[in-house]
Structure formats: C-alpha cells, structure tokens
C-alpha cells in the first residue's frame, strides 16, 4: 500500500516561496506517475504539476515558470517548489500517485484528472496573503 505523507505548506505573503515535500512509502518496484493538486473551498481539485516515472514535468499554465516539481527518488520524495506565490494560490494541496506503464501528464485527457489518482494525502494548507 502506497502512502504519502505532505509537508511544507503554511502562510505567506504575496510574492514568497514555499517548498511542498510529499515522502511516499510502500512501492512495489512499478512505474508510478506522481503529482500535486490544489483545491480551494467551493472549488473543484485541479492539477498542478506532475512528474512521471522517467522524470519529465507537466504544469498547469496558471503556475509554468512560478511553480518547479522535482523528485529525489533516493529519499523517495517530491518536492514542489512555490515562488512567486499569489493570492490564488490558495488552496489545499494534496500529494497523489498511481501506477501506471505509460506516460502520463497534464496534457493527457485522462490522467490530467483528479480521479486517475488512486493514492493521495491528507493535504497540507497553503495560503498566500495579499
């Protein structure tokens, strides 16, 4: 079973960084696609970078150039650096998993959404304030 545990969110101001870690445990040697979604109250959850098992990065356009995802497969993390934060950003994000053999992506009709993710955290609060 396949956990992941977030870390790093909090509060900032407008224009401040945060550092999002997700430390996942519990795979089973498959390629897994691996990323991070945002959703706000009364918002519906949206994805916001993912990385697949070769390494290549997808992002969602509201965040390309501000947000950088990367992942130490020694430590069996993934990190989500936030610059340039902005008060949408706003949200609660979760870190999510599933495995799969081929690519994957925000470009991808299908795992671009929320519900190809089969494991996922229990979120961490990120709120940037103005």
């Known amino acids: 079973q396949v956990q992941l545990v977030e870390s790093g969110g909090g509060s900032v101001q407008a224009g401040g960084s945060l550092r999002l870690s997700c430390a996942a445990s519990?795979?089973?040697?498959?390629?897994?696609?691996m990323g991070w979604f945002s959703q706000a109250p009364g918002k519906a959850r949206e994805g916001v970078a993912v990385i697949n098992s070769d390494g290549s990065t997808s992002y969602a356009d509201s965040v390309k150039g501000r947000f950088t995802l990367s992942k130490d497969n020694a430590k069996n993390t993934l990190y989500l650096q936030m610059n340039s934060l902005k008060p949408e950003d706003t949200a609660m994000y979760y870190c999510?998993?599933?495995?799969?053999?081929?690519?994957?992506?925000?470009?991808?009709?299908?795992?671009?959404?929320?519900?190809?993710?089969?494991?996922w955290g229990q979120g961490t609060q990120v709120t940037v304030v103005s």
């Open positions: 519990g795979y089973t040697g498959r390629s897994y696609c």
């Open positions: 999510a998993a599933f495995s799969i053999l081929g690519p994957c992506g925000l470009g991808n009709p299908v795992t671009s959404r929320w519900t190809a993710f089969g494991y």
